[in-house]
């Protein structure tokens, strides 16, 4: 498992556009990686296969939450 992102760090990236958004303070977001090896491969696969194939009907959730994440980058109103 190399570089990706949980559940948990897609509802972190929510609430951080949505709060940027609406926060006077804010004038712009930067939205990057740290570290060495900063590329995101996708999503966690062990959490998928783990958790998400015993639970299929939150699977669907969860692809709601990802698209919310998407729509949260795409919708901020700062640059």
């Given at each position: 498992?190399?570089?990706f992102y949980?559940t948990?760090?897609?509802?972190?990236v929510?609430?951080?556009?949505e709060?940027?958004?609406?926060?006077?303070?804010?004038?712009?977001?930067?939205?990057?990686?740290?570290?060495?090896?900063?590329f995101?491969?996708g999503?966690?696969?062990?959490?998928?296969s783990?958790?998400?194939?015993?639970?299929?009907?939150e699977?669907?959730?969860?692809?709601?939450?990802?698209?919310?994440?998407?729509?949260?980058?795409?919708?901020?109103k700062?640059?």
């Open positions: 498992q190399y570089n949980t948990e760090m897609v509802k972190g929510i609430a951080g556009f709060n940027s958004s609406t926060d006077r303070e804010v004038v712009g977001v930067v939205f990057t990686g740290t570290g060495p090896n900063a995101c491969t999503g966690n696969t062990k959490e998928y783990e958790y998400y194939s015993k639970r299929p009907e699977y669907g959730s969860y692809m709601e939450l990802f698209n919310n994440m998407v729509d949260s980058i795409l919708m901020c700062k640059p």
